[in-house]
């Protein structure tokens, strides 16, 4: 999957779970988010920091509720 800069390619699930895929930054890594609008729920996977998650979030009246941040630092 290829995307463009701050393009985000959405999936739904039977679940009626929304799965969204975006590369932030020069890394070439990809962060999700699994977001639950009928509970409320917005879990961001994120290498980084999520700060460009809280933007796009916004525009769809949505706010992170459970964030993971998972650092590769090497020693």
Do not use: C
Not at 14 to 34: C, H, K, P, R, Y
Not at 58 to 66: D, I, K, N, P, S
């Amino acid at each position: 999957m290829a995307l463009a800069e701050g393009e985000f390619a959405v999936s739904y699930g039977d679940d009626n779970i929304e799965v969204w895929v975006t590369q932030m930054g020069s890394l070439m890594n990809m962060n999700t988010a699994f977001i639950d609008r009928s509970n409320g729920v917005v879990a961001i996977i994120d290498p980084y920091d999520a700060k460009k998650w809280i933007e796009k979030l916004e525009q769809e009246g949505l706010e992170a509720t459970h964030l993971l941040y998972l650092s590769l630092i090497h020693i």
